[in-house]
């Protein structure tokens, strides 16, 4: 096993129930953040923005907040984002979920990291350790716009449940309604429900309530799982969820089955122990089939440039050791049509040097997924970084403009968009 590098941490706030707002299960043991295995880009591939960015994956009462936009049908409702700590393991921490027999795509994504300092204006405190439909909403815009329902998540009102787009009686009679909300409307914290065939009269409620803690879907309180420590969430996990045969699969099954905490400590011990669980001794495939990323509940303001730190492109697990540089010409040409037609096109982005500092404006970051050094430790981790990067594509019309760290007299060096053929500030 490669040396660790040890992050500094604050303190943890003291627990309390989750009826009064406080962390369910409480704390749990101190904790051990830090960024294990090497870091493949060196500090030679360093911006101060990247820099704060690792830094903040070692933050003890939050990390990194993460999201790949729907900018084409979203809502003005929550949405799902990810959360990256140092002290999540899992490979595929980012939605790269692709129709097909392909469960996780083997390509870069494009998305964006928010701003810690926005973190107060964006976290809702609903903490799912799986993909889980958190957040879906009737979309407002788009071209799917007033389509419902919505597969998500319902509320429960004492009556019935509110889904996004229908009301679902407790013997399953179901009302469609645009207007129903659903789980969003109360921070994206309810129960799931799906379809069995794309028609209204086949949606139907599919949680599994064994696994939850009442009617909001909740994980099971301290008097059913250990909170104190990894192993007793995983003890739980493997009782409930992996003897039982409700881990069934890399991928669909946590939708009706995983639940949801309200504190980033809680969300990492789940996180981790379904996925160690899941593969046991052999996690050799995971890279390529497992859905490892967490979606964490944000208000809407997580979709507006103002709240973040940077865009981010994204090189998943199965594309680990490469830069964007040594992709196929096909991915980096997406790449750029991601950032130019969606983007740049929804005002999402700046090109060019003068942009640096707005919001919205051109600073990038990249960020890479690697495992550890040690072929039987099943754990990946995180890196933010910068490099230089024009496509290699028959009409590139974009670059990344890099200036490493060192060699910034002012010490912070940069990584942002401009057009292709123009000089680098």
């Not at 064994?210 to 301290?222: A, E, F, I, K, S």
């Not at 981790?272 to 996690?283: G, H, I, L, M, S």
Request: with cysteine.
């Amino acid at each position: 096993m490669v040396a660790m590098l040890t992050l500094l941490v604050g303190s943890l706030v003291a627990a309390g129930s989750a009826e009064a707002g406080g962390l369910r299960g409480g704390t749990g043991a101190s904790l051990n953040l830090t960024q294990q295995g090497r870091l493949l880009t060196g500090s030679s591939m360093q911006t101060d923005i990247t820099g704060r960015l690792n830094a903040n994956l070692g933050l003890a009462d939050r990390g990194v907040l993460v999201r790949t936009p729907d900018f084409l049908s979203g809502s003005d409702r929550p949405k799902p984002a990810t959360l990256w700590r140092s002290d999540i393991y899992p490979p595929n921490q980012f939605y790269m979920a692709e129709p097909g027999p392909v469960l996780v795509a083997n390509k870069p994504y494009v998305g964006y990291a928010v701003d810690d300092d926005k973190w107060d204006d964006v976290i809702l405190n609903t903490y799912y350790p799986h993909d889980a439909n958190a957040c879906d909403a009737v979309p407002t815009s788009g071209p799917d716009a007033g389509a419902a329902p919505v597969l998500g998540r319902c509320l429960w009102t004492g009556e019935n449940w509110e889904c996004p787009g229908a009301w679902v009686a407790a013997d399953g009679g179901i009302l469609v309604d645009t207007t129903a909300v659903g789980a969003s409307e109360n921070a994206c914290r309810g129960c799931h429900f799906d379809e069995s065939s794309h028609g209204a009269d086949d949606w139907y409620m599919n949680q599994d309530f064994d696994v939850v803690g009442d009617n909001d879907c909740n994980c099971p309180g301290p008097d059913e799982i250990d909170y104190s420590s990894q192993d007793g969430v995983c003890e739980w996990v493997q009782t409930n969820l992996v003897d039982t045969g409700k881990i069934q699969n890399p991928s669909w099954w946590g939708d009706a089955t995983t639940c949801w905490v309200d504190n980033p400590v809680a969300l990492s011990y789940f996180q981790n122990c379904y996925y160690w669980k899941y593969y046991r001794d052999d996690a050799s495939s995971a890279a390529g089939e497992w859905w490892g990323w967490n979606e964490i509940g944000a208000s809407a303001a997580v979709d507006d440039p103002g709240s973040w730190q940077a865009v981010l492109l994204f090189l998943p697990a199965q594309l680990q050791g490469q830069g964007f540089g040594d992709l196929p010409s096909d991915q980096q040409q997406e790449v750029q049509d991601i950032l130019l037609n969606q983007f740049l096109d929804k005002n999402k982005i700046q090109v060019g040097a003068d942009y640096m500092t707005q919001r919205p404006g051109s600073y990038v970051v990249m960020a890479n997924e690697y495992p550890d050094d040690d072929a039987s430790n099943p754990n990946w981790y995180h890196y933010f970084f910068c490099q230089s990067w024009t496509p290699a594509i028959a009409d590139p019309k974009i670059q990344v403009c890099f200036k490493p760290q060192e060699e910034d007299p002012d010490g912070n060096g940069y990584c942002y968009l401009e057009w292709a053929g123009q000089p680098c500030a």
